[in-house]
Nanobody
Framework: QVQLVESGGGLVQSGGSLKLSCAASGINLDYYAIGWFRQAPGKEREGVACISTMNGKIEYADSVKGRFTISGDNAKNTVFLQMNSLKPDDTAVYYC??????????????????????WGKGTLVTVSS
Protein backbone atom coordinates (compact mmCIF):
# COMPACT_ATOMS: atom_id res chain seq x y z
CA GLN A 1 0.00 0.00 0.00
CA VAL A 2 1.45 3.31 -1.10
CA GLN A 3 1.64 6.01 1.54
CA LEU A 4 2.76 9.59 1.00
CA VAL A 5 3.38 11.78 4.03
CA GLU A 6 4.11 15.47 3.56
CA SER A 7 5.84 17.74 6.04
CA GLY A 8 7.52 21.12 6.16
CA GLY A 9 4.62 23.47 5.66
CA GLY A 10 4.14 26.56 7.76
CA LEU A 11 3.89 30.32 7.85
CA VAL A 12 6.52 32.39 6.08
CA GLN A 13 6.84 36.01 5.03
CA SER A 14 6.79 37.06 1.42
CA GLY A 15 10.22 36.56 -0.09
CA GLY A 16 11.06 33.76 2.31
CA SER A 17 11.75 30.08 1.77
CA LEU A 18 10.36 26.73 2.84
CA LYS A 19 11.34 23.16 2.07
CA LEU A 20 8.63 20.54 1.85
CA SER A 21 9.29 16.83 2.20
CA CYS A 22 7.29 13.84 1.02
CA ALA A 23 8.15 10.48 2.53
CA ALA A 24 6.99 7.72 0.23
CA SER A 25 6.51 4.11 1.21
CA GLY A 26 5.05 1.07 -0.45
CA ILE A 27 6.13 1.97 -3.99
CA ASN A 28 7.61 -1.30 -5.15
CA LEU A 29 8.35 -0.14 -8.66
CA ASP A 30 11.46 0.90 -10.50
CA TYR A 31 9.66 3.62 -12.44
CA TYR A 32 7.09 6.17 -11.35
CA ALA A 33 6.42 9.86 -11.46
CA ILE A 34 6.19 11.76 -8.20
CA GLY A 35 5.45 15.39 -7.65
CA TRP A 36 3.62 18.18 -5.95
CA PHE A 37 0.23 19.78 -6.43
CA ARG A 38 -1.27 22.69 -4.59
CA GLN A 39 -4.77 23.98 -4.01
CA ALA A 40 -5.59 27.44 -2.75
CA PRO A 41 -9.01 28.29 -1.32
CA GLY A 42 -11.52 28.74 -4.10
CA LYS A 43 -9.07 27.70 -6.79
CA GLU A 44 -8.53 24.56 -8.81
CA ARG A 45 -5.81 22.11 -7.89
CA GLU A 46 -2.60 22.92 -9.76
CA GLY A 47 0.36 20.73 -10.61
CA VAL A 48 3.52 22.42 -9.34
CA ALA A 49 6.53 20.17 -9.89
CA CYS A 50 7.22 16.61 -10.93
CA ILE A 51 10.10 14.24 -11.41
CA SER A 52 9.96 11.00 -13.38
CA THR A 53 12.19 8.09 -12.51
CA MET A 54 11.38 6.68 -15.96
CA ASN A 55 13.16 9.34 -18.00
CA GLY A 56 14.64 11.64 -15.36
CA LYS A 57 12.52 14.48 -16.66
CA ILE A 58 11.60 17.30 -14.31
CA GLU A 59 8.70 19.61 -15.00
CA TYR A 60 7.48 22.76 -13.31
CA ALA A 61 4.42 24.91 -13.55
CA ASP A 62 5.21 28.24 -15.20
CA SER A 63 4.15 30.02 -12.02
CA VAL A 64 6.99 28.49 -10.00
CA LYS A 65 9.81 28.14 -12.53
CA GLY A 66 13.02 29.67 -11.24
CA ARG A 67 11.73 29.73 -7.66
CA PHE A 68 10.90 26.12 -6.79
CA THR A 69 13.16 23.08 -7.09
CA ILE A 70 12.11 19.46 -6.84
CA SER A 71 14.64 16.84 -5.81
CA GLY A 72 14.76 13.34 -4.41
CA ASP A 73 16.69 11.16 -2.02
CA ASN A 74 16.30 7.63 -3.35
CA ALA A 75 17.92 6.06 -0.29
CA LYS A 76 15.27 7.63 1.94
CA ASN A 77 12.40 7.41 -0.57
CA THR A 78 11.80 11.09 -0.02
CA VAL A 79 11.01 13.89 -2.45
CA PHE A 80 11.62 17.51 -1.59
CA LEU A 81 10.26 20.79 -2.83
CA GLN A 82 12.51 23.74 -2.11
CA MET A 83 10.46 26.91 -2.41
CA ASN A 84 12.26 30.24 -2.60
CA SER A 85 11.09 33.80 -3.17
CA LEU A 86 7.68 32.86 -1.89
CA LYS A 87 4.72 35.08 -2.70
CA PRO A 88 1.28 35.39 -1.08
CA ASP A 89 -0.13 33.69 -4.22
CA ASP A 90 1.82 30.58 -3.25
CA THR A 91 -0.43 30.15 -0.22
CA ALA A 92 -2.11 26.76 -0.55
CA VAL A 93 -2.29 23.22 0.71
CA TYR A 94 0.53 21.32 -0.99
CA TYR A 95 -0.01 17.67 -1.83
CA CYS A 96 2.45 14.98 -2.78
CA UNK A 97 1.25 12.66 -5.53
CA UNK A 98 2.38 9.73 -7.64
CA UNK A 99 1.62 8.30 -11.06
CA UNK A 100 2.78 4.71 -11.24
CA UNK A 101 1.18 3.39 -14.45
CA UNK A 102 3.05 5.42 -17.07
CA UNK A 103 5.65 7.03 -14.77
CA UNK A 104 5.41 10.26 -16.75
CA UNK A 105 5.03 13.81 -15.47
CA UNK A 106 2.67 14.72 -18.32
CA UNK A 107 0.29 12.04 -17.05
CA UNK A 108 0.69 13.13 -13.43
CA UNK A 109 -0.15 16.69 -14.45
CA UNK A 110 -3.32 15.81 -16.33
CA UNK A 111 -5.96 18.39 -15.51
CA UNK A 112 -7.25 18.28 -11.97
CA UNK A 113 -4.87 15.52 -11.04
CA UNK A 114 -6.87 12.89 -12.93
CA UNK A 115 -3.63 11.05 -13.72
CA UNK A 116 -2.68 10.68 -10.07
CA UNK A 117 -3.06 7.29 -8.45
CA UNK A 118 -1.95 8.15 -4.90
CA TRP A 119 -2.25 11.34 -2.87
CA GLY A 120 -0.80 12.51 0.39
CA LYS A 121 -2.96 14.35 2.91
CA GLY A 122 -1.27 17.67 2.29
CA THR A 123 0.63 20.31 4.20
CA LEU A 124 -0.42 23.95 4.49
CA VAL A 125 1.87 26.72 3.28
CA THR A 126 0.88 30.27 4.18
CA VAL A 127 2.82 33.22 2.80
CA SER A 128 2.11 36.55 4.47
CA SER A 129 2.55 39.85 2.69
Amino acid sequence: QVQLVESGGGLVQSGGSLKLSCAASGINLDYYAIGWFRQAPGKEREGVACISTMNGKIEYADSVKGRFTISGDNAKNTVFLQMNSLKPDDTAVYYCATETVHALCRILFLQGGSGVDHWGKGTLVTVSS
